[in-house]
């Protein structure tokens, strides 16, 4: 992939081309902010997806699973772009997803579309998955212990993240960090939610020890932001806490501005100022991502894509909830 100048214009068109490419390929039943996260996979690429490959895969999971299955359509697509971005969208990957979620049942874990999204997760382990799905499973207990009316099947993705790291420190010691942040971040003004339960979870898997200075970054995103008359939801929480980190300076430059105005102005996008700003602020991270020093890149426990993969399950899996609140409700998308 060749580097291109951050043209907020160009990307505005991509992620509209990308969008219209997942909602003629096919794939039926999914919501609007499904699809525009799968196209923002591949406008972060600078890449044009392939719908037909798209529905493939899409088709494998139903083929593999069957009728009577826990994922829905909206998980599934969401696999599906995940996996064909990264060029996995093949019968023994999608495979291997569908036998990480049953090994993660086994070890405890609910049937539950966001138990998917930690099987896809998973898929980083090469060697004994077992013994880091059960060590997610007591990761998740412990995470639960702390907040029982708050955790739940979503936070199976922190688990299995959290489990996957190559480190000494114990269940404790790693839930006891988790609360740290998620304490400082409280404190600071975020609301109690699952959201904010991610960002904990994506803090600590950066740093692995308690980074106050993290939480000032975060802290002056998040104020400069509102500043600007962006008002910041509990679904920008973990673009956030990732940003404070590839981003040196604690100033937005003029490049997001613009890309947030460009969005602003164009009819297909202004649908939702939410979930837009949203994107923005993913593609904007994704972008400063690839800036980061020699430094950074070495001393990160968990690689800068897994960190977006983090953001961007956490941004499916709340478009996911959302969309089946809507449709028990008798509502639609």
């Not at 699809?35 to 923002?40: D, E, H, K, M, N």
């Not at 806490?241 to 969005?263: H, K, N, P, Q, W």
């Amino acid at each position: 992939m060749a580097d291109l100048v951050f043209d907020s214009g160009r990307i505005v068109r991509d992620l509209l081309v990308n969008f219209q490419q997942v909602k003629n390929s096919g794939v039926m039943g999914v919501d609007k902010r499904i699809r525009f996260l799968v196209a923002q996979l591949f406008t972060s690429e600078q890449e044009v997806m392939d719908g037909q490959a798209f529905k493939d895969t899409t088709t494998l999971f139903k083929k593999q699973l069957g009728f009577f299955n826990a994922l829905d359509g909206n998980t599934r697509a969401s696999l599906a772009g995940l996996l064909l971005v990264n060029g996995q969208n093949d019968e023994k990957t999608v495979a291997r997803v569908i036998d990480n979620y049953e090994l993660l049942v086994e070890s405890g874990f609910k049937r539950t579309n966001f138990t998917y999204f930690g099987a896809y997760l998973l898929l980083r382990t090469a060697d004994k998955p077992r013994n880091v799905a059960e060590r997610a499973r007591d990761i998740y207990m412990a995470l639960r212990k702390q907040h029982p009316f708050l955790t739940g099947a979503e936070d199976v993705t922190s688990a299995v993240l959290m489990a996957q790291l190559d480190t000494s420190l114990s269940v404790e010691q790693l839930t006891e960090i988790n609360e740290y942040y998620f304490t400082e971040f409280n404190r600071a003004g975020f609301r109690r939610n699952d959201s904010l339960q991610f960002l904990a979870a994506t803090s600590m898997l950066i740093y692995l020890d308690r980074d106050a200075n993290h939480v000032k970054k975060v802290v002056h995103l998040a104020e400069e932001l509102e500043r600007a008359d962006v008002k910041i939801r509990p679904i920008h929480y973990v673009t956030l806490g990732i940003l404070a980190y590839v981003r040196e300076s604690t100033e937005l430059d003029a490049v997001f501005f613009d890309l947030l105005e460009a969005m602003r102005e164009d009819s297909g996008l202004r649908w939702n100022r939410e979930f837009y700003t949203a994107m923005a602020l993913s593609l904007y991270t994704e972008d400063q991502a690839r800036n980061m020093t020699k430094d950074q890149v070495e001393s990160l426990m968990v690689s800068v894509h897994v960190l977006i993969a983090i953001e961007r399950a956490a941004a499916a899996s709340a478009a996911a909830a959302a969309s089946a609140a809507a449709a028990s409700s008798g509502g639609g998308s």
